[in-house]
């Protein structure tokens, strides 16, 4: 792979769920629209948007983003995108044991799910077990909590109503993160109401779960765990979140989170109209998911003062814009997968390393990103806590034609008389 740059604008869902519960009024995030939103927490609400429907209600079974997930649902722990770091979330702690192939949640006292019955150990135990680990549903996070070469799931078992022990084939470094809920973890669904559909089968012996909370489920059936319950789903038009009144995260004077009482996913035809409709005062936040695409800045930063609302930089956003190139040798059918000639261009170390140098990726930071943007030098984020720093030994191929074209030529690469690159075959 090859880094290019990423856009100075937040736009990671979590962050906005995150500003979301620790904001009463307008929303300091991407452009913000403070007159569409109350001054009363009670009564506030904000209008966000989506380009396409939501595909199903049952977190198991997503596919698609952006969905609403991180509202309704979350897992033991959550990762904060500014920092990096691992942060509690229905676990209010955790502790590691033998060389972290061990380790011990605790779940904070009196969780409860929107439904008012408690969340417990019992819960974690079943979304795990029964549908995590489960060979006959499909899920994004199987894969991922296969560990060694074996694929082993780790074993889980309950210690209390609020303690749950996970053992581990071998130390597993992403363990913590799969534990982290909405986009790419696993959350913890509710085993009283879900527990059923697990048992039962279809029509073709499969497990009813497979089809639950699809997006034609009556809203008052879907019992969550996360900041806000569906209450409405209007197909084309606008799926509706309500506060959810069991929620356990409270500010420091006791009070309920998160302060905003609604919130309101409403679905848009293009990024056109949603832009539209920002500047028309129908829309809170410039894109439905905390960022704003980066060509709108100057309009919109010239716009502040009449339209009343604030544009906002707070920051680069984890994740990158990259060339890849494909080393794949393989063959189907007898045939290679990958073009014999560019496969011999794609494995040599010289050639990437020249296309690495050949990119002046500051002029596409410049033209594309309006210079929001910066420089990223390797696939693996800033923020993560698996980052390596220039400083602390990382390689970076700031542009540089003259070394560009020393490589090639060591590669056996050549220009002809037309000036077109040529290597050693004459391809």
């Not at 596919?63 to 209010?92: C, H, M, Q, R, W």
């Not at 694929?151 to 889980?156: Q, T, Y």
């Not at 879907?222 to 197909?235: D, E, F, K, Q, S």
């Not at 920002?278 to 309009?299: K, Q, V, Y």
Request: hydrophobic content about 35%.
């Amino acid at each position: 792979m090859i880094p290019t740059a990423f856009p100075k604008l937040q736009s990671l869902f979590s962050r906005l769920v995150m500003f979301v519960l620790l904001l009463n009024t307008a929303l300091i995030i991407g452009g913000c629209n403070p007159t569409t939103v109350s001054t009363e927490a009670a009564q506030s609400q904000l209008v966000l948007h989506s380009l396409s429907d939501p595909k199903t209600f049952n977190y198991a079974l997503k596919s698609e983003f952006p969905n609403i997930f991180p509202f309704t649902f979350e897992g033991l722990t959550f990762v904060n995108d500014s920092t990096g770091k691992i942060e509690p979330a229905l676990a209010e702690s955790w502790e590691s044991f033998d060389n972290n192939k061990r380790f011990i949640f605790t779940l904070r006292q009196d969780l409860k799910w929107s439904d008012g019955v408690p969340l417990t150990a019992d819960d974690v135990i079943f979304t795990y077990e029964d549908i995590v680990f489960n060979p006959e549903i499909a899920t994004d996070q199987k894969d991922v909590l296969r560990i060694g070469r074996n694929r082993l799931f780790p074993k889980i078992r309950k210690l209390d109503n609020r303690r749950i022990e996970f053992i581990l084939p071998e130390p597993f470094a992403p363990f913590l993160r799969i534990t982290s809920g909405a986009q790419d973890g696993v959350v913890i669904l509710p085993k009283h109401i879900l527990s059923e559909s697990i048992t039962s089968k279809d029509a073709n012996g499969n497990p009813k779960f497979a089809s639950t909370w699809g997006t034609d489920t009556k809203p008052e059936n879907i019992v969550v765990n996360g900041a806000y319950r569906i209450v409405n789903y209007t197909p084309s038009e606008r799926v509706i979140l309500q506060r959810n009144p069991h929620y356990w995260r409270k500010d420091e004077q006791g009070n309920s989170q998160p302060y905003i009482e609604r919130i309101v996913w409403q679905i848009v035809e293009s990024t056109e109209t949603a832009l539209l409709q920002f500047r028309s005062g129908g829309l809170d936040i410039t894109d439905g998911w905390g960022a704003m695409p980066s060509e709108n800045f100057g309009l919109l930063k010239r716009e502040e003062k009449r339209g009343k609302f604030k544009i906002y930089t707070d920051g680069t956003r984890p994740g990158t814009n990259f060339i890849s190139f494909n080393l794949n040798k393989g063959k189907r059918n007898g045939k290679p997968l990958i073009d014999p000639i560019k496969s011999r261009w794609f494995n040599t170390v010289e050639f990437r390393q020249a296309v690495a140098y050949a990119i002046d990726r500051q002029s596409l930071i410049n033209n594309t990103f309006r210079g929001l943007g910066e420089l990223q030098n390797s696939p693996i984020s800033v923020q993560s806590p698996y980052y390596i720093s220039p400083k602390e030994g990382l390689k970076v191929y700031n542009y540089n034609p003259d070394r560009s074209k020393q490589l090639l030529a060591k590669a056996g690469f050549k220009f002809n008389e037309q000036g077109q690159l040529i290597d050693q075959a004459g391809n």
